[in-house]
């Protein structure tokens, strides 16, 4: 199994700013990516972090509002940019192996936005 | 669209009582993946049940496979307090535009009285 942490775990921010998210993996992964789990929902995934290129972005999410680096095999960030209070979500960071394999999840980050 | 959907949505029992929950998909996939999800944390893997495995058990968890039915079911037996959590299904995208991306149901929301 992979251990996965996440920083911050809550915030709160003022709308118009923008808050970065780290995520750490205890072991090198294959793949990481980013879920939101707005309130009352499922998550919805935001994209697959790829090591050393650019993120494959999912429809409905773009680089501009959600800038994601990944620079190695256990380590990534995801910025939500220019905040407005739809932002208000949960963010996930999620990493698995190999393709086919569990998939595990860090403990979220919680962001409010006023 | 969601790949998994998840029956009920809702579910209340008493404390000793088994929990059965449903999750639907729509395309072929290689394997399927349960989460429990506390009071909105991060997601724990439960269980993960290959495509050519009908039924699996871990502790109080069963979890049962019917590809032709394209349907999975999560039994907890003996259910307890702490079990109260959110519980969802998750598939990999199949068929021919199989990305590797997990896709999740809406989830069921699993309340145990005392």
């Known amino acids: 199994s992979a251990v996965i942490s996440q920083k911050p775990s809550r915030d709160i921010c003022q709308r118009g700013t923008s808050l970065t998210i780290q995520c750490q993996v205890d072991?090198?992964?294959?793949?990481m990516f980013w879920y939101r789990q707005q309130p009352g929902q499922s998550l919805t995934l935001i994209a697959t972090?790829?090591?050393?290129?650019?993120?494959?972005?999912e429809s409905g999410f773009v680089i501009d509002k959600f800038p994601i680096s990944r620079p190695n095999l256990t380590f990534s960030t995801l910025t939500v940019s220019n905040m407005s209070p739809e932002d208000s979500s949960i963010y996930l960071c999620?990493?698995?192996?190999?393709?086919?394999?569990?998939?595990?999840f860090g403990p979220g980050t919680r962001l409010t936005v006023l | 669209s969601q790949q998994g959907e998840e029956d009920p949505q809702a579910l209340s029992i008493q404390e000793g009582e088994n929990a059965t929950m449903n999750c639907s998909y729509k395309?072929?996939?290689?394997?399927l993946q349960w989460y429990r999800q506390n009071s909105g944390r991060g997601l724990v893997h439960l269980i993960l049940?290959?495509?050519?495995?009908r039924e699996k058990h871990s502790g109080r968890l069963r979890v049962t496979l019917d590809t032709s039915k394209k349907s999975s079911s999560l039994l907890i037996t003996a259910s307890r307090a702490a079990d109260t959590a959110s519980y969802f299904c998750?598939?990999?995208?199949?068929?021919?535009?199989?990305?590797?991306?997990?896709?999740f149901g809406q989830g069921t929301t699993l309340q145990v009285k005392p």
């Open positions: 999620s990493a698995r192996p190999g393709k086919y394999n569990e998939q595990f």
């Open positions: 072991s090198q992964v294959t793949m």
């Open positions: 972090a790829n090591q050393g290129s650019e993120a494959t972005y």
């Open positions: 395309t072929s996939i290689n394997n």
């Open positions: 049940i290959r495509s050519n495995e």
């Open positions: 998750a598939t990999y995208g199949g068929g021919s535009s199989n990305t590797g991306k997990l896709i």
